[in-house]
């Protein structure tokens, strides 16, 4: 269940800073922190705070859709602070079955791939690969108001 933080949850257990971890920004939203096995020149993870299992968990409406936006921003800050000298990032997300661990988080990766061939764990593959997270806000985005003529 969303936001029901879980005692046996790695990400929750970082996020409440109960794991020591190095931890590149936090807020009452989100915690980033670097990828325990980078893929990329940096490859970093934003999580919700709250935990929320996968991006089937997501709706579209106004609080999701924030939620994923501040997850993007924060990400773009810190690669860009980080790795200015990228010229190619990707920021996305594993979908279920293939996430590897069932807290929601942002993969924030600056190009290129290290090794070369880690590139296939990022592989769009329509509704079961990776998935980015611009598309992900296009589908989460509030509809505009129906405007009802009088
Ligand atoms: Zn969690
Ligand atoms: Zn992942």
Redesign the pocket.
Known sequence: MAGAASASCIFCQIASKSRPTTILHSDEKVVAFEDISPAAVRHY?VIPVEHIPNVKDLQRRTEDFSLVTHMLEVGQTLLRRDAPQCTQYRFG??QPPL???NHL?L?CLALPYTPRWKCVKFLSLGSIGFLEAEKLLEKLKPLPPVISKV
């Open positions: 993870l997300f594993h996430n590897s661990i988080h993969h």
